[in-house]
């Protein structure tokens, strides 16, 4: 059974800095792209960062380019999501997404974590 | 980047009637379409790839249509675990985009 599990989240402060993990199983880790999604409060996804089955491509959304960091590690089968910089903006619930491709186009997400909520403010 | 665009924002719905939720993309995506079902405080759920294959575990009451620009999601007797909100994902382009969704709700 394929799972996972995020952590990681809570309460910071403008400016801040919080490091998302995603910890899988049930599946070959590596041969899968893997994407943060997140999901401000009421509102819609929105795409935050991917990377591929081998950690060496990744790809973020211009509303976290140069403050986020997504990386993996294959051996612990796990995804982080480095976030610095943090902004009121930035809160929501960040979920992790296993595509159904190793990289590219043609991704769609077959599994989904619980969510970890991470909230901005003062 | 491709926009879709969902329709309607909320539908209303007695339990065991039917339901047709809409999905348009701003240009071709050819089938490169899925569908997510959330429920509140949870994580989506693939419903529909490829525009209309069901994914792993999902009842034959749902069921997804079209290509290209125009793309419907259909339940065919809503059960009182269908109330959710929907959301469409083009994968076409990269990196894909979602819809903003429809909620579908108790009448």
């Known amino acids: 059974e394929v799972q996972l599990v995020e952590s990681g989240g809570g309460l910071v402060q403008p400016g801040g800095s919080l490091r998302l993990s995603c910890a899988a199983s049930?599946?070959?880790?590596?041969?899968?792209?893997m994407r943060w999604v997140r999901q401000a409060p009421g509102k819609g996804l929105e795409w935050v960062s991917g990377?591929?089955?081998?950690?060496?491509?990744?790809f973020y959304a211009d509303s976290v380019k140069g403050r986020f960091t997504i990386s993996r590690d294959n051996s612990q089968t796990t995804l982080y999501l480095q976030m610095n910089s943090l902004r009121a903006e930035d809160t929501a619930v960040y979920f992790c997404a296993k595509a159904t491709v190793l990289w590219g186009v043609g991704q769609y997400f077959d599994h989904w974590g619980q969510g970890t909520l991470v909230t901005v403010s003062s | 980047e491709i926009v879709m665009t969902q329709s309607p924002a909320t539908l209303s719905v007695s339990p065991g009637e039917g339901a047709t939720l809409s999905c348009r993309a701003s240009q071709s995506v050819s089938s490169n379409l899925a569908w997510y079902q959330q429920k509140p405080g949870q994580a989506p759920r693939l419903l529909i790839y490829?525009?209309?294959t069901r994914a792993t575990g999902i009842p034959a009451r749902f069921s997804g249509s079209g290509s290209g620009t125009e793309f419907t999601l259909t339940i065919s007797s809503l059960q009182s675990e269908d109330f959710a909100v929907y959301y469409c994902q083009q994968y076409y382009n990269w990196p894909g985009t979602f819809g903003q969704g429809t909620k579908v709700e108790i009448k």
């Open positions: 990377i591929s089955g081998s950690g060496g491509s990744t």
């Open positions: 490829d525009a209309s």
């Open positions: 049930g599946f070959t880790f590596s041969s899968y792209a």
